[in-house]
């Protein structure tokens, strides 16, 4: 609205990580938000004409976006390509990976195919808000093992499906989601974990990230605990700015709506 006031003309909102994403649905039995329909229709009535963002988290919130903005004017951008370019360098090829949930497992499909990986799927219920535990669990874990996952919030999810890979034999077990929130300290409660076994290995041998979401202050928390070294070996963010970038450029300037920029 600012900006509108102000006099500019054709206004696009590019959210690399888009807040209330997970508000997309109603849920039976229980007084759920769809703050992911609220916030869009705030975005277009302040004059937004086209919205884009990384790794919504479902089809549902596409849906809802699409329903404010129009299909055309809806972008949703994928940043696997981002992701094969580091695991391509950094992994072993005794491979499995999956996701932690059924929503997960659709991502990991796809990174599975493109690295000819072995899959795993992990099912889970919720038990409570930012709670869940595992309800079933197929296919094949190798000696290292990729989770993957749009985002990581309280990091529940992601110490239960990690336990359950440790406990069915995964010995390098990495980590890997767009959108690092890590609230309520879940990113040194995540870096801390142990395994159950008698080893007591790190849980988490690698926590990558995107850097869709400013970590700088947490990483710098665990660093001051744990030094430099130790923290940079086992997380890593990589960087979408050349990704969003070449979408305003390719995609948004030359977009219809945007014709007199």
Not at 63 to 82: E, M, R, S, V, W
Request: one cysteine or more.
């Amino acid at each position: 609205k600012t900006l509108k006031r102000y006099g500019a003309g054709p206004v696009w909102v590019v959210c690399p990580f888009l807040a209330y994403g997970r508000q997309d649905r109603t849920i039976d039995d229980r007084l759920t938000s769809i703050g992911l329909d609220d916030y869009a229709a705030l975005l277009k009535s302040a004059g937004a004409e086209g919205i884009s963002t990384i790794e919504l988290h479902s089809d549902n919130g596409m849906k809802l976006l699409q329903t404010h903005f129009g299909k055309d004017a809806t972008f949703n951008l994928d940043p696997t390509d981002i992701y094969l370019k580091y695991l391509r360098k950094n992994i072993s090829p005794d491979l499995s990976v999956g996701g932690p949930d059924a929503g997960a497992n659709v991502r990991a499909e796809q990174l599975s195919s493109s690295l000819g990986a072995e899959k795993f799927c992990i099912g889970k219920t919720h038990t409570d808000v930012n709670q869940t535990k595992i309800t079933d669990f197929d296919g094949t874990v190798n000696n290292t093992t990729i989770t993957v996952d749009d985002m990581i919030d309280s990091g529940g999810t992601i110490l239960n499906s990690q336990l359950e890979l440790s406990s069915r034999g995964a010995k390098d077990r990495m980590v890997l989601a767009c959108h690092g929130i890590f609230s309520q300290g879940s990113l040194k409660r995540l870096f801390e974990a142990k395994t159950e076994n008698e080893d007591k290995e790190y849980l988490l041998s690698k926590l990558v990230v995107t850097n869709s979401i400013d970590i700088g202050n947490k990483l710098q928390s665990l660093k001051s605990q744990y030094g430099k070294a130790a923290v940079d070996k086992r997380v890593k963010q990589l960087n979408v700015g050349p990704l969003v970038f070449s979408h305003i450029k390719n995609q948004i300037l030359k977009h219809p709506k945007m014709k007199s920029v």
